[in-house]
């Protein structure tokens, strides 16, 4: 770690799904001060997410799930549309997401392609997120997708045009962050391009 930084005192407040601490710290200033302060720091883990495009077809596959903190923060509903994700365990970033990609829309990719990793909230989550990208066809459908059941996910699979995706980024439909990243990407590299 860095001689910038000294951790006085760590209270753990909770370790449910992850671990929220209460951290005081201290860090070193550009005029070599310090600075001392208190901040609620969550560590649910690290994770990865992908979006499944097929060119031939102009398409995206997305997932459309409940989200408690959404519904809390105004989400009517509390459903959600976004790209595949997972929390990576003890595993490496692309076989978490190959694995997830399978759980939760029934694909199985062959080739995925990292594009970028991102720490998502970096103000109180310890997390990064793995961003893939992979191609996909009708013959990699394997499952029935929807999620874990003993992990009670219940995971709509959607399949919609790239172009429609694209429009409920900007209508607010889709405001997910993840895949909103991962939609301007393959706008911007032209995954869908011909």
Not at 22 to 30: A, P, S
Not at 139 to 168: C, D, L, P, S, Y
Request: a negative charge; charged letters at 30%; one cysteine or more.
């Amino acid at each position: 770690m860095s001689d910038n930084v000294k951790i006085i005192e760590t209270t753990v407040l909770s370790e449910n799904w992850g671990k929220l601490n209460k951290v005081k710290y201290e860090n070193r200033l550009k005029d070599g001060s310090w600075q001392t302060h208190e901040r609620e720091v969550y560590n649910r883990g690290n994770g990865a997410v992908i979006l499944l495009y097929n060119k031939e077809k102009g398409t995206v596959i997305l997932t459309r799930q409940f989200r408690i903190p959404t519904w809390f923060n105004g989400n009517t509903d509390g459903m959600m549309i976004e790209a595949p994700a997972g929390l990576l365990d003890e595993h490496d970033p692309e076989e978490c997401i190959r694995r997830e990609t399978e759980e939760e829309t029934g694909y199985t990719v062959t080739d995925v392609k990292k594009v970028m990793e991102v720490y998502m909230s970096p103000g109180s989550v310890t997390e990064i997120l793995y961003f893939f990208v992979a191609a996909y066809s009708d013959a990699m459908k394997t499952g029935e997708g929807g999620g874990v059941e003993k992990e009670q996910e219940n995971i709509e699979v959607i399949e919609i045009t790239f172009a429609k995706a694209i429009e409920m980024v900007a209508s607010g439909e889709i405001k997910d962050a993840k895949t909103v990243m991962l939609l301007q990407y393959a706008q911007i590299h032209k995954l869908l391009d011909d």
